[in-house]
T-cell receptor, first 119, second 111 residues
Framework: AQTVTQSQPEMSVQEAETVTLSCTYD???????LFWYKQPPSRQMILVIR??????QNATENRFSVNFQKAAKSFSLKISDSQLGDTAMYFC????????????????FGTGTRLKVLA | GAVVSQHPSRVICKSGTSVKIECRSL??????MFWYRQFPKQSLMLMAT?????????EQGVEKDKFLINHASLTLSTLTVASAHPEDSSFYIC???????FGQGTRLTVV
């Protein structure tokens, strides 16, 4: 069975600094997708970044980038120039096609990392 | 990005009554939607996968007779909490699309 592990329950970073959140996963699949989501106090889940496993190039979205190491099954998120608005819960997630057939898929979420950006 | 709308955002109901939560995909069609439950300071727990035109697929341990799911169209899935009890109080979130676009969530309180 697939699992997603986030080993850092809580982290803090000074405003304008860089922070890296770790995520590891376990799967025997070759084709899958990985995601980072942000959940601020409003509890709205917001997609931060997405990575296709078949792509070697690391995904980047403005201040957010990932370090995807497929062989090591590692998918860390780097936040550069941290801002107060980045304070939130961050979830790593794994998605693969479900055994129920084409067009069906399943997500597995990690336990989350609570990030606090300090002024 | 795609928009998923969930309604209501908050609901308080009396024990024994039923509550319906709607999840709509506003600018795309979703043959599959997901329903999650989230306890305070915890991750999302998948409850069921809602499939348009067919029965929902429930995760192990989720009572299908209590959490009734209907996915009658390509843009709407509903979750009905039947005969709600205080232990059903929680935050429920739906998602749709292959990048898991989420609704705003529903905070259910059963008194």
């Amino acid at each position: 069975a697939q699992t997603v592990t986030q080993s850092q329950p809580e982290m803090s970073v000074q405003e304008a600094e860089t922070v890296t959140l770790s995520c590891t996963y376990d799967t025997s699949e070759n084709n899958y997708y990985l995601f980072w989501y942000k959940q601020p106090p409003s509890r709205q889940m917001i997609l931060v970044i997405r990575q296709e496993a078949y792509k070697q190039q690391n995904a980047t979205e403005n201040r957010f980038s990932v370090n995807f190491q497929k062989a090591a099954k590692s998918f860390s998120l780097k936040i550069s120039d941290s801002q107060l608005g980045d304070t939130a819960m961050y979830f790593c997630a794994f998605m693969k096609q479900s055994s129920r057939g084409p067009g069906t898929y399943k997500y597995i979420f990690g336990t989350g990392t609570r990030l606090k950006v300090l002024a | 990005g795609a928009v998923v709308s969930q309604h209501p955002s908050r609901v308080i109901c009396k024990s024994g009554t039923s509550v319906k939560i709607e999840c709509r995909s506003l600018d795309f069609q979703a043959t599959t939607m997901f329903w999650y439950r989230q306890f305070p300071k915890q991750s999302l727990m998948l409850m069921a996968t809602s499939n348009e035109g067919s029965k929902a697929t429930y995760e192990q341990g989720v009572e299908k007779d209590k959490f009734l799911i209907n996915h009658a169209s390509l843009t709407l899935s509903t979750l009905t909490v039947a005969s709600a009890h205080p232990e059903d109080s929680s935050f429920y979130i739906c998602s749709a699309g292959d990048s898991a676009f989420f609704g705003q969530g529903t905070r259910l309180t059963v008194v």
